[in-house]
């Protein structure tokens, strides 16, 4: 080949070089664009958080894969207008490959191993919100784990105390519409103890032991580091049947579980902030009490 024709091989090499490095700057800043565009565009707020959950690490790293193949190609524009010559061509696509595949790769370990706390961060951030009651306009309550249950069916408190499954309940608590937002704990990585990354997840659940309707079980979680590999176990209890009708409504219990009952605590709170805490043997006569009470006659 004579080197007039090499040359113009080379002039056109470095044309596509230029518009390619080009196009694919353009496609990062879209796919990075798009990604929050869309975030943005979400406004239910557990919506957002699954959207984040399960692509912001997966957007951004096609985000930076294209700035990958970008470096690839600026690095083969280095030394322009000089004459074509085999080695020096061969060496430069050499360093514009192993460069450009550092650049992907350190990205990429970024990806795994610091950014999942600051996803982590805007994750809690999304989850504990509050809610926005659509029908009234009201802000919503986040209940407690412990009111909560009542607005929860038994086989949804069961995947709770068993699983890594987190049900939150919000609550307008003029209206008392409640909002169930189901959370897969197990999706989401732990800091790990040994090496410090939230790169630690829930690997496998087991229960060794049943709970019972008189007796706690025994549930087991092993988790795994998705970056040094220290592996942990942790033993958790779950709640014997029977305790969830602490929580259960009044009237069922009242109904259906008179025997098991041994005290209600019935806690009184006043708009003003007042608050008086009453304790009763069984169900009837708390609700006795329920029954003739009257706020005026209580106070000191
Ligand atoms: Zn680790």
Redesign the pocket.
């Known amino acids: 080949m004579d080197q007039a024709k090499m040359n113009a091989f080379l002039d056109s090499y470095h044309l596509v070089m230029i518009w390619g490095s080009l196009a694919f700057v353009i496609v990062a800043i879209l796919i990075y664009l798009w990604h929050n565009l869309k975030v943005l565009t979400i406004s239910d707020f557990k919506a957002k958080y699954d959207y984040l959950n399960e692509n912001e690490i997966k957007h951004l790293k096609w985000s930076f894969y294209s700035l990958a193949v970008t470096v690839f190609m600026l690095v083969n524009l280095y030394g322009r207008g000089i004459d074509f010559d085999e080695v020096w061509f061969g060496v430069r696509l050499f360093m514009s490959l192993a460069l450009g595949t550092l650049f992907g790769y350190v990205f990429n370990l970024i990806m795994r191993y610091y950014y999942p706390s600051k996803l982590d961060a805007k994750l809690k951030k999304w989850r504990f919100t509050p809610r926005i009651n659509p029908k009234t306009g009201n802000k919503m309550r986040l209940l407690s784990e412990d009111e909560e249950d009542v607005h929860l069916d038994e086989g949804m408190q069961a995947e709770e105390e068993a699983f890594s499954i987190d049900y939150d309940v919000w609550m307008d608590e003029e209206t008392g519409d409640v909002k169930i937002e189901k959370y897969q704990g197990h999706l989401q990585a732990l800091q ?6 939230h ?2 997840k829930v690997t496998k659940e087991e229960i060794v032991k049943e709970p019972t309707k008189t007796e706690d079980g025994e549930l087991i979680k092993h988790y795994s ?6 592996i942990r176990a942790t033993k958790f209890n779950i709640a014997a049947l029977d305790q969830h009708y602490d929580h259960i409504d009044i009237n069922k219990v009242k109904f259906d579980h008179k025997r098991i009952v041994s005290s209600v605590k019935i806690e009184i709170m006043a708009s003003d902030g007042h608050k008086k805490v009453y304790s009763f043997q069984s169900v009837e006569l708390a609700t006795a009490f329920l029954d003739e009470f009257d706020y005026e006659k209580i106070l000191d």
């Open positions: 790990c103890n040994n090496c410090g990354f790169t630690m580091c998705g970056y040094c590999g220290s």
